[in-house]
């Protein structure tokens, strides 16, 4: 296969014991071997995180690392058995290939692409990706949010009460309409076919995306096949509001 956006190192299989404190999991390995990995994920990882689930771990040849063992993947069986990225590191470097390539059409043409550039009304928010030089002269705001949650085939965004999440809504819907924003929900899991807000964990982020997309927010649910070989660009869900 050729059309790898981006393709994980040497990932190495084990089985979740329990994550713990937001950032260790405990993990044991195929030798029976069991070792403290790096989860690089803030949220709850809610549904994707139970205990005697498959995982795969990245290893790290940093000798200065206290924790050379990265929780990459976990296998989940919402549907069919399907791995999901828990990596929220992760995302943003596949977005930035893809924008590199002008994988998402929906974005038209554009000359530069800028990540972590400060914005908002206080200047305190960095958005992930700004480009120029777009087809309407008109800068793009892009925000990436990582996205695990899913009811069935439906992926949600969030999996929990985000503040942080309703401040950048509300901050892209300041810049609009003289600026595009842009909320790019990056779907890391292959059997999601659907996306909607998740009301149910978070309804004042429901209600203000809503708002937004009807002051011109632009939306694009992006699904992508996650495999311990590599991320795939799988296209569009479709939108359920």
Known sequence: ??????????????????RYKRFFADIQLASGEIVTAHCPNTGPMTGVSTPGSAVQLSLSDNLKRKLPYTL???QVHDNEPTWVGV?????????KLALATYLFPELGRYSQIRGEVVYGQDKKSRVDFFLTGSDDDRPIFLEVKNTTLAQKRLALFPDTETTRGQKHLREL?????????????FINRGDCTHFAPGDITDPIYGQLLRSAIALGLEVLPCRFQ???????????AECKF
């Not at 609009?176 to 790019?184: E, F, G, I, K, N």
Request: cysteine-free.
């Open 87 to 95: 990596n929220t590191a992760l995302p943003n470097r596949v977005v």
């Open 173 to 185: 819907m300041a810049l609009l309409p003289q600026s595009r924003a842009v909320m790019l929900y």
């Open 72 to 74: 990459e993947l976990i």
């Open 226 to 236: 996650v495999t311990p070989e590599g991320i795939q660009y799988l296209g569009l």
């Open 1 to 18: 296969m050729n059309d790898w956006l981006y393709r994980y190192p040497l990932l190495y299989p084990g089985i979740l014991l329990k």
